[in-house]
């Protein structure tokens, strides 16, 4: 299922619902995507997994698929995690959708990512390498608890 463009913000005010059962990762190494995509599949059966290789394709595939979650890298060509991450609230405010849930998983200490996600316990942040244990937890809690945003 696919998420609706409301153009120019909502006529009823509902905010559009992110599709619950969708993960999008995000990271330009083929490697950890293929990794992380493994445990989503066996782990999270009754989720759908997609893939995008940089933030530019993280937010193609947001505006077609609404995903509840985002797995993301913060360091990628062409866009970077953070960038794509306000270009996402940016059009979830502009058409009134709900906010996904943002994993940032990343190899740096980001003090900028620290700030955008500050004050909201949908979003956070794992260091590289991240525990297949740490990462399921995280990506359930948010599973079971997506709220507006």
Not at 43 to 55: E, F, K, T, W, Y
Not at 86 to 96: F, M, P, T, V
Not at 111 to 135: F, M, S, T, W, Y
Request: with cysteine; net charge neutral.
């Amino acid at each position: 299922m696919t998420a609706q463009v409301q153009q120019g913000g909502s006529d009823a005010g509902a905010l559009v619902p992110c599709d619950r059962k969708r993960i999008l990762i995000v990271d330009d190494e083929q490697s950890i995507r293929d990794i992380l995509f493994r445990v989503m599949s066996m782990h999270l059966s009754d989720c759908r997994v997609d893939l995008a290789v940089n933030g530019v394709e993280a937010f193609d595939v947001f505006r077609e698929a609404h995903p509840g979650i985002l797995v993301m890298d913060v360091k990628m060509p062409k866009r970077s995690g953070d960038e794509a991450f306000l270009d996402i609230k940016k059009y979830c405010r502009k058409n009134n959708w709900e906010m996904p849930s943002v994993v940032f998983v990343s190899g740096y200490s980001s003090e900028d990512i620290n700030r955008l996600i500050e004050g909201d316990p949908r979003h956070c942040i794992l260091r590289k390498p991240v525990h297949q244990a740490d990462l399921l937890a995280k990506l359930r809690e948010r599973l079971g608890n997506n709220n507006n945003g």
